[in-house]
């Protein structure tokens, strides 16, 4: 349970963002198999509308760590191929972390605009005002725990499916008289 409230953050955007974005994808037409989807110009108040959403819902929560994470994990791959340097790659560590710092605002600008390219102006504002309605802010606070407890469920039918699947393995190849 604790792996899934660790990425609690992050599976509630991902999952606002894939059903949300779910009516637009519809009405929009095929793209052409490998060419990159066309990114219309979004005005600036789209993107501000865009960012307050993200802002509510606390978007920065699940990517805050992300440069020290990165660092982190580039220098225990750096140190793993260079033992003998590990000293060093440890005080560097500290020095490139402190230089990127920051650098995790690209994601919220990168994410504003990927929802003012999926959203009109007018969407984004409509979203605004649903999200500062009580029942917007209920979703804002009920989500992560409906998210986290419909994860718990997914996770605990799994495991009772795999067991069924596994039974039906057992029957079908001792019905070949094999025994696994």
């Known amino acids: 349970m604790k792996t899934v409230l660790k990425y609690l953050p992050a599976l509630t955007l991902a999952a606002g963002l894939a059903l949300s974005a779910i009516p637009a ?5 095929a793209a052409k198999a490998g060419a990159a ?32 994470g990165m660092v982190e994990k580039t220098k225990i791959a750096l140190i793993q191929q260079n033992l003998n340097y590990q000293k060093d790659l440890n005080e560097v560590a500290q020095v490139v972390a402190q230089q990127l710092n920051g650098r995790q605002n690209e994601i919220t600008e990168g994410m504003a605009q990927v929802y003012a390219s999926e959203f009109t102006e007018q969407e984004l504002k409509d979203l605004v005002a649903f999200y500062k309605s009580p ?45 696994i």
Do not use: C, D, H
């Not at 994808?25 to 037409?29: G, K, S, T």
């Not at 789209?46 to 606390?58: G, H, Q, Y």
């Not at 997914?154 to 067991?163: D, G, K, P």
């Open 25 to 29: 994808m519809a009405q929009q037409p």
């Open 37 to 68: 989807p066309a990114q219309p110009k979004s005005s600036p108040a789209a993107i501000a509308a865009a960012k307050e959403i993200l802002s509510m819902k606390n978007a920065s929560a699940m990517y805050a760590n992300a440069v020290p």
């Open 135 to 179: 029942l917007g802010q209920k979703l804002i606070t009920a989500e992560p725990k409906a998210i986290g407890l419909s994860m718990a469920f997914m996770n605990s039918w799994a495991q009772n499916f795999t067991e069924t699947v596994m039974g039906a393995f057992r029957a079908e190849m001792r019905k070949r008289g094999k025994e």
